[in-house]
């Protein structure tokens, strides 16, 4: 047997003599197999031994509030597709959860250049799930009885655009067309500005409030390492320029 080994079978035969107190004491620096490493000490670390990542929501990229997207409401060959993008207001569902649409309240920063204000742009999310929730409510009065009046009617209630549910989500239409011509009109005075405008929410599916705004020309962002950029090498903060 090799001396090395002698020795520690003798320190171990010591230690089950002076009792468990002793063996306890002695402090580990044996892995737990090869491969495996020391334990998770990091609070940076997660369960799996993966380093946790900062939460990606504010990254510059498609997720961001303010990221600008192309115009999918109209052709790829017209004039609009390459002079417009398109800001999308997500849906919050902690308002109502799944009963009724509701809109994120949160303020995109790229709408004040094209002429939306934060007070204007709270005033229409304020109108719209104001309107929202009580037509998609399920529990409403006029929305059981409608319900009944399809059932018995063999839904010819419905086919016939008699549900309250279906006048007010028209007259809701009805107030983001006029919301449109009074930008339109509004902003008709000053020469090469596109005006804002609200895409109806039965072409987003009440999914998204999609407002189109003029293109700002927003400039790739430059490419560099360093502190205070992302994991995909863009900068942490809004990287656009506005053409002017």
């Keep these: 047997m090799a001396p090395e080994n002698e020795d520690t079978r003798r320190s171990f035969s010591r230690d089950l003599e002076r009792g468990p107190d002793v063996m306890g004491s002695r402090p580990s620096d044996v892995s737990a197999g090869d491969g495996i490493g020391p334990a998770l000490s990091s609070s940076n670390s997660s369960i799996m031994g993966e380093d ?12 961001h509030p303010c990221y600008p997207h192309l115009n999918p409401h109209v052709p790829m060959d017209s004039a609009e597709y390459a002079t417009t993008r398109i800001i999308r207001i997500r849906r919050d569902w902690l308002l109502q959860g799944d009963l009724a649409p509701t809109f994120s309240n ?10 939306i204000s934060e007070q204007e742009f709270r005033r229409v999310i304020e109108k719209l799930n104001g309107e929202l929730v009580p ?12 319900s ?4 018995v009617t063999g839904w010819l209630w419905d086919d ?9 989500l028209n007259n809701l239409e009805k107030w983001i067309d006029r919301w449109n011509v009074e930008m339109a009109k509004t902003l008709s005075s000053e020469d090469g500005i596109i005006p804002p405008r609200i895409i109806s929410l039965r072409r987003t599916g009440y999914m998204t409030l999609d407002i189109q705004i003029p293109d700002p020309e927003i400039a790739p962002a430059p490419s560099s390492t360093g502190a205070g950029e992302s994991r995909a090498g863009l900068p942490t903060e809004l990287p656009m320029t506005m053409a002017v």
Excluded: C, H
Aim: hydrophobic content about 40%; glycine content about 12%; proline content about 11%.
């Design 135 to 146: 037509i998609f409510d399920p529990y409403s009065l006029r929305n059981v009885m409608d």
């Design 148 to 151: 009944f009046l399809g059932l």
């Design 106 to 115: 949160l303020y995109p920063e790229i709408l004040d250049p094209a002429g």
């Design 160 to 168: 016939f655009g008699l549900t309250g549910i279906k006048a007010r």
């Design 52 to 63: 946790v990542q900062p939460d990606a929501g504010e990254e510059w990229g498609p997720q």
